[in-house]
């Protein structure tokens, strides 16, 4: 059974500001009602997956791996489309939400639900970030969850000094969002936070997704007490999650991991899983995942 994509919302600013949109009452959450009672929570799965082009990779591999990860929330990255751009049904177990870029087949977000969030947000909620699709927040009864991507600096960093207005009011969009209730982002940060976070970081010092400020900007999240979710379980180096598309570079790991899943501290204890599928094909970046209970 399959069924249309849900959408149909209008576009909405930041927490506060915001005219989101209430979907359902229904939503995930991980606290009892009686937090006396003891009651067994089953994990729920997270994966994050910029996908460079979702037509394209529909193509290719993107509903077979659906099906086999099975995750309950898919965010997507670099759509590069509107819902009408993709002539497809997706799985009926998934409701969908989309914030597309103004500029046609560029940047995008989209998520993949099982259960339908409490309300969906456009963007930050500040006009000079919030044209090219690049955030789409849902909430849930107990954690928002913020699928991200983050602005490329660009070869040449001539994008270097909006990226770094983008990421101080990234923060504050979420730590505002964190004075309610915990947050669960996610997405393409677009930056390899440290050095055993690329094969080659002496050679890449300079280049756009190592410099220094964009290093500087992730760690004021972790500063802001956000934690990187994979190195929780995962310390050591050699785990990317993006690759240049030259020939040979992917088959010989030669990497970046720019793409994360970052969780409000008090989310901590219910960390249970990290990962990075490494071995999906599709994009030049893979899948990356989180799992709570």
């Known amino acids: 059974m399959v069924g249309k994509p849900a959408t149909g919302w209008p576009a909405v ?3 506060g500001h915001a005219k989101a949109v209430s979907v359902n009452e229904a939503a995930f959450s991980f606290l009892p009602s009686n937090p006396r009672k003891q009651v067994y929570f089953p994990r729920v799965k997270f994966v994050s997956w910029n996908v460079n082009g979702l037509r394209a990779v529909l193509r290719k591999n993107f509903l077979g791996f659906l099906e086999q990860e099975d995750p309950d929330i898919l965010c997507v990255q670099e759509t590069k489309a509107s819902p009408k751009d993709v002539e497809q049904l997706w799985p009926a177990a998934y409701t969908t939400f989309w914030n597309e870029a103004e500029k046609k087949g560029y940047s995008g977000t989209a998520i993949f639900t099982r259960v339908r969030p409490l309300q969906v947000t456009k963007g930050i909620g500040q006009k000079a970030h919030d044209a090219e699709g690049r955030v789409l927040t849902a909430e ?65 010092e300079r280049n756009h997704g190592f410099t220094a400020e964009e290093r500087g900007g992730f760690q004021r999240l972790i500063d802001a007490g956000f934690v990187d979710a994979f190195r929780e379980f995962e310390p050591g180096p050699g785990h990317y999650s993006w690759w240049s598309q030259m020939p040979g570079v992917r088959a010989r790991n030669i990497g970046w991991r720019i793409d994360y899943f970052v969780v409000s501290a008090a989310l901590r204890p219910r960390l249970k899983g990290a990962f990075i599928r490494s071995n999906i094909p599709g994009s030049d970046h893979c899948p990356v995942g989180l799992e709570l209970t």
């Open 13 to 15: 600013g930041c927490l």
């Open 140 to 204: 849930y009864r107990d954690f928002f969850l913020v699928n991200a991507y983050v602005p490329n600096s660009q070869r040449e960093l001539t994008r270097l000094p909006y990226r770094q207005k983008w990421d101080r009011a990234f923060l504050q969009y979420l730590k505002k969002l964190e004075q309610t209730k915990p947050v669960i982002c996610c997405g393409d940060f677009n930056v390899a936070h440290r050095e055993i976070d690329l094969a080659n970081p002496k050679a890449n």
